[in-house]
Nanobody
Framework: QVQLVESGGGLVQAGGSLRLSCVAS????????MGWFRQAPGKEREFVTA????????YYADSVKGRFTISRDNAKNTVYLQMNSLKAEDTDVYYC???????????????????WGQGTQVTVSS
């Protein structure tokens, strides 16, 4: 079972930046496809971005393209989410997710992932 722990959330002004980290344990990290999702109270969890096992492919929701960047360091068992030009509507709890790299082709649905972190709150003040 993959254990995922997110960090780096906080309060930032609109236009500012934050970098989230997600550390995986009890796994061979390079065997996993990783994603970031976010969720507001009372809403469904939504896809933000994903990255292939070696970082060679990345995918973004239209709402964050050009502002957010996903990356990973397999030597550190860590995936990052660099968030720039933050907007008030980016305020959410952000979740890290993992699935085996051979676990299918999907990446943007909650059901595509089998392991989740506990989430980290990002609040953007306008």
């Amino acid at each position: 079972q993959v254990q995922l722990v997110e960090s780096g959330g906080g309060l930032v002004q609109a236009g500012g930046s934050l970098r989230l980290s997600c550390v995986a344990s009890r796994v061979t990290f390079s065997s996993y496809f990783m994603g970031w999702f976010r969720q507001a109270p009372g809403k469904e969890r939504e896809f933000v971005t994903a990255i292939s096992w070696n970082g060679g492919s990345t995918y973004y929701a239209d709402s964050v393209k050009g502002r957010f960047t996903i990356s990973r360091d397999n030597a550190k068992n860590t995936v990052y989410l660099q968030m720039n030009s933050l907007k008030a509507e980016d305020t959410d709890v952000y979740y890290c997710a993992a699935r085996p790299k051979n676990g299918g082709a999907g990446y943007s649905r909650v059901a595509d992932y089998g392991s989740w972190g506990q989430g980290t709150q990002v609040t953007v003040s306008s």
